[in-house]
Each structure stands twice: as structure tokens, then as C-alpha cells.
């Protein structure tokens, strides 16, 4: 359904204004808002059931992220997510994955890095199977032990949305699918990282990591 007909859950107890945010950050990312698409402060404080002050407040954030822009006597559009966007969430990535990874390999458990192994080879499995539902499960597992693991909470957070962002972005899994080979070639060299206890290195090559996704995704922009 689209976001903008669905109720405010009552037992959702976050500011109102963040959950309108939220509903309608999803919705751009993810497509169900397509750019040029008019977003009336009434219409969605009716159908949200919420006042029209946290749709305002909301719409203003939604400017500021570069997700919508208010042109005069038209209203508030939809911008949608451009290829600039969506480089700009790669660089930011790059940075803050790597010190992600420089922090987890001297955090990780040899038993971690042990299921670490055992999820590449899964991994490798489905790949072979072409099961891509369970290639990106697995994918997601890989990434989350990494990242809970480097101990910095605020971190987290922060590539917890960059990661959300990626995955509901239209048409993202279907281009990376062709560059999962090469990906599991450099998730090996992470975890190979990880067990020489070697965080400049993990750095090094988690920041590589993210580069070459970037410079892949960006020739394939056009199917977005």
C-alpha cells in the first residue's frame, strides 16, 4: 500500500514527525514516491491520521536530505534519488566501513571468524545455485557480525541507515548481482585480514572493498 493512505500505528511511540519522515524517506528511496510526484501536507495528514504540523516538519527534512524540494506555486516534489546521491552514500561508506572493519578485526572472536568462513562458503553455494534471495541473506549476516562487533554504538547506527538505504534502493540488489563474484573474492581477503589480527590491513581492504562496488554501480546508474 502506498505510505501515504497508511494509518500512524498508535504503538509506534516515536515523535510523529519521525515516523512521517521515516514513512515517507522509505517510500522515495524504495520508488513507491517516483520523482515529480506531488506531496500535499493535507492529504497525507488525513490519511496518516496525525495533525498537519509533524507532515510539515517532516517535508522540511525531507528538503533538507535533498529527497524533495518546494517550488514555488507547485509545491512540495518529490527529487528522488540521483546518481550524485547515491556516490555521495558510497563515500561516506568507504570511510566509515573502513573504520568499521579497523575496529572489528581487533574485536572479532576466532570463532566469529570462524562463522565468518562458513557463511562465505554458503555463500559461494548459493551463488552456484543462483539462489540470490539467499546469497543476500547471507550477504547481510556477513556484514552485521562485522559490524556489531566493532564495539562503537554510534558507528552502528550510522551504517545501519547506509545499509538500509542501499538495500531499498529499486533495482540495487538486481545490478550488484552480477558483481558478486569479485565480491567474494575481496570478502575472503577481509576475513584473511581479520585472522592476521592486522587492522590497517582490514582497513585497506574494506575501504577497497567499497570503491570497487561504487565504480561498478556507477556505470550501471542508467537502471535506476
Not at 516515536?14 to 506531488?38: H, N, S, T, Y
Not at 528538503?63 to 509545491?75: M, W
Not at 571468524?113 to 540470490?132: H, Q, R
Amino acid at each position: 500500500m502506498n505510505p501515504l493512505y497508511e494509518k500512524i500505528e498508535t504503538t509506534d511511540l516515536r515523535p510523529i514527525r519521525d515516523i512521517v519522515f521515516e514513512k515517507l524517506r522509505m517510500a522515495i528511496i524504495g520508488g513507491d514516491l517516483e520523482q515529480g510526484e506531488r506531496l500535499v501536507e493535507t492529504f497525507i495528514a488525513e490519511n496518516m491520521g496525525v495533525s498537519r504540523t509533524p507532515v510539515r516538519e517532516a517535508l522540511r527534512k525531507l528538503e533538507v536530505e535533498g529527497l524533495a524540494e518546494n517550488i514555488p506555486r507547485k509545491g512540495t516534489l518529490v527529487k528522488g534519488i540521483s546518481k550524485k546521491d547515491i556516490i555521495e552514500i558510497y563515500e561516506m561508506r568507504e570511510v566509515l566501513e573502513g573504520l568499521e572493519f579497523r575496529l572489528a578485526c581487533l574485536n572479532l572472536s576466532t570463532l566469529q571468524i570462524t562463522v565468518l568462513k562458513e557463511i562465505i562458503g554458503k555463500m559461494e553455494e548459493s551463488v552456484i545455485t543462483n539462489d540470490m534471495l539467499w546469497y543476500w541473506s547471507l550477504h547481510k549476516e556477513f556484514h552485521e557480525i562485522i559490524l556489531f562487533a566493532c564495539g562503537n554504538s554510534r558507528l552502528i547506527n550510522e551504517m545501519k541507515q547506509v545499509y538500509e538505504y542501499l538495500i531499498r534502493l529499486r533495482n540495487f540488489t538486481l545490478v550488484m548481482n552480477k558483481r558478486v563474484k569479485e565480491a567474494m573474492i575481496e570478502h575472503k581477503q577481509i576475513v584473511e585480514a581479520f585472522e592476521k589480527k592486522d587492522e590497517v590491513l582490514s582497513e585497506k581492504i574494506g575501504r577497497e572493498h567499497t570503491v570497487h562496488a561504487k565504480n561498478f554501480l556507477a556505470k550501471k546508474i542508467h537502471l535506476f
